[in-house]
């Protein structure tokens, strides 16, 4: 599917409570997803599986406490390369895709060249990870790191439109 085409997929008022439901809690068996938005539970799994081949769901999650299994240390990292180059773009790509502690990695204009979170055990995580992605590659010019303080707000929750 394009870009065009994700653009004109059109979601049904039953796909929108669908998804809805599944990004509060992804764990919930068919029949009680079919019983929250109001169709049968075959005509909801029809649904979901429409979903899951066209893309619009990529994938099922469990979203975990950082503080509750040693990672509590969140840096926002921006990355700036020598040059931007489609070959050094792509390779540090690959790396930071690739490194356990990221994960987030954004391509961004206007600015650096890539914004990452890392989600990390302490502070010698992070010099380790920064080490090995940033101070061992030759085509890093600039890193400036955050760390953050307090988490307010996390959700991978995308605010859906209304049904059209």
Known sequence: MNESDKAGLALD???LRILEQLQRDAALTNHALAEQVHVSPATCLRRVRRLV????IERQVAILSPDHLGAG????VEVTLETQSNEQLTAFEAAA?????????????SGPDF???LQVADMA?????AHRLFAGNAHVRNVRTFFSLKRSKFSPAIHLPPAA
């Open 53 to 56: 081949k066209l893309g619009v």
């Open 97 to 109: 895709d690739s490194a356990r502690e990221v994960q987030q990695c954004y391509r961004v204009s």
């Open 73 to 76: 240390l969140t840096a926002i």
């Open 13 to 15: 008022a039953t796909e």
């Open 115 to 117: 914004v990452l979170i």
């Open 125 to 129: 995580a992070y010099q380790a990870a």
